[in-house]
């Protein structure tokens, strides 16, 4: 059925008999081994002419007839109706899905190809093509036209990743001439006919899909866009996050784009710092400040250095990423080290381009990762300071406390509540150490509580515990904002290992197997919190307790949900 209906006994074609007759066959194959009535048959094929019902005794005879040689397809007549008594895989449209099932379940790359090869190959042209459609079903009739489209991309996508870009154009060729507009299809020829040196072919598919999106309001994806650019020796696109209300550091990033305006060997330079003290907003934050400078692209790359729970990027996997944000097709992308080093240093050849290699372990993590063209720059953050000879050194230290309390001021949102009250926002600043990180933590706490005035983050920073240079006590006094169940889960997400969890990956570890308790409108009158009890689910209530502490007499209110603590006479 994968192209005009037809039969083979062995390697002789069975004749299938008149139209009329082909119709009645093909409404038999839909419901292989299952019975299909007479009245059925007649309602599908003559459209309820129940004149015509005395026609399908006649033609079943006939197909039994032109099977008589064979003894593994038999029609059978039982109570219900005529069934059509065959091995599912003899029909190759059960055939193909069991080969493209068992090609996603293999783990084995070439086993798959082997598969899916099998799967298209079983496809002659459309699906019935010599059956009208609606005389043997009409809606009801799914064709598997789009399974048999993923099982042609899915073989196409491991061909390539198998070096058989040859295979996989000419493949993807027919795919994409029926349908110009199908931007995978298009993605992935693309990429076949780069990898084969046909570049103006590739702009070429662009340019038809580019169209043919037109057409219907559409525009290519980004895989699309830097598959042309590559093609036409253009650039990718930045891959820079953004650093909303950036402030300060006037004088170090003058001395970034000075280091970047200097010609010479030394095309990169090394931000260093304390943890928290803003190196990766600093070399964000040039970056797009440099896009005319750099018109070609800015990349960043996260090395993980010394983030915690989370192995550092190996100098392949950074590569790696490089050549893929510079729009390499993973197939072309070289095994070894040295090889992935020669072809980025080329991706970079003749470019303007920046490189962002943050928080970066030591000097041997990025050596083969600093650009060698001319004009090309890089930006390393570390806790250590780069080679003699690596690129100009920055080292940042904590804000000045004018700076730090405008970082306060604008990330709190709250004018109304830091207007007029400069020595209270000067005494926050001061217990986070000046330090952007936990600066910015406790203005995130300040606007996520918008009832608090600046007194009560002043003494919760107090009670975190003594000031310190690293500003620790806006990080633990966001700590003691979480419910008791909640202090436990970061705890218990503390030994797990990588940078980032899921909820449905925490939820195990945790043993949180109840829905998640919906907020309260009833508000705390110790702490102004809006939250249900972690504990209980129940709204949020306020404990009293007898001070134990001699030096502050009086009552202590502890909130349930978010653990505020006050005290009141």
Known sequence: MLGPLAAWHGSIEVNLGDQ??????????????????????????????????????????????????????????????????????????NRFDRLREAALRTDDPLRAIELLREAVDLWRGEFL???????????????????YLDAVRDLAELELDAGDARSARDRLRRVVWQDAADQRSAELLMRALIASGDGTGAIRVFRETEKALADEDMEPGPALRKLAARAERGEPAASLPGVPGFVGRDRELA????????????????VTGPPGVGKTGLAVEAAHRMRDRFPDGQLLVRLNGYAPNAPATTVSDALTQLLRELGVPPEQIPATDAHKAALYQAELYGTKRLVVLDNAASPEQVRLLLPVASGCFAIVTSRQDGEVGAGRRIRLEPLPPADAASLFTAFAKSPARTNGRADEVAEVVRRCGYLP???????????????????????????????????????????????????????????????????????????????????????????????????????CSTRSATSPRPRRPGRRTRCCACSTTTWSP
Not at 135 to 146: E, F, L, M, Q
Not at 255 to 270: F, I, L, S
Not at 510 to 530: K, L, M, N, V
């Open 20 to 93: 009329q007759q082909r119709f009645i066959l093909a409404v038999l194959l839909l419901n292989a081994n299952k019975p299909v009535s007479p009245e059925k048959l007649t309602d599908v094929v003559w459209d309820g002419n129940l004149d015509r019902r005395k026609l399908v005794r006649g033609y079943i005879s006939r197909m039994r007839i032109a099977f008589r040689d064979a003894d593994d397809v038999v029609i059978e007549k039982t109570p219900t109706g005529y069934v059509l008594r065959v091995d599912p895989d003899k029909i190759d449209t």
């Open 129 to 147: 093509e010599d059956i009208d459609i609606d005389r043997i079903g009409g809606t009801s009739v799914t064709p598997p036209t789009d399974r």
């Open 255 to 270: 001395a970034v784009d000075a280091a970047a305006a200097t010609p010479g060997e030394q095309r990169a330079v090394w």
């Open 437 to 539: 990180m936990p600066v910015l933590v406790a203005a995130a706490l300040f606007a996520r509580h918008d009832r608090w005035p600046l007194e009560h983050l002043l003494r919760l920073l107090a009670e975190s515990g003594p000031w310190s240079a690293d500003g620790a006590a806006a990080v633990r006094v966001s700590y003691q904002q979480l419910g008791h169940r909640q202090r436990e889960v970061f705890g218990l997400l503390g030994h797990v290992p990588g940078p980032d969890i899921d909820v449905r990956a925490a939820a195990p570890s945790s043993a949180a197997t109840s829905p998640r308790p919906a907020r309260c409108s009833t508000t705390c009158t110790a702490c102004a919190c809006s939250r249900r009890s972690p504990r209980t689910g129940t709204a």
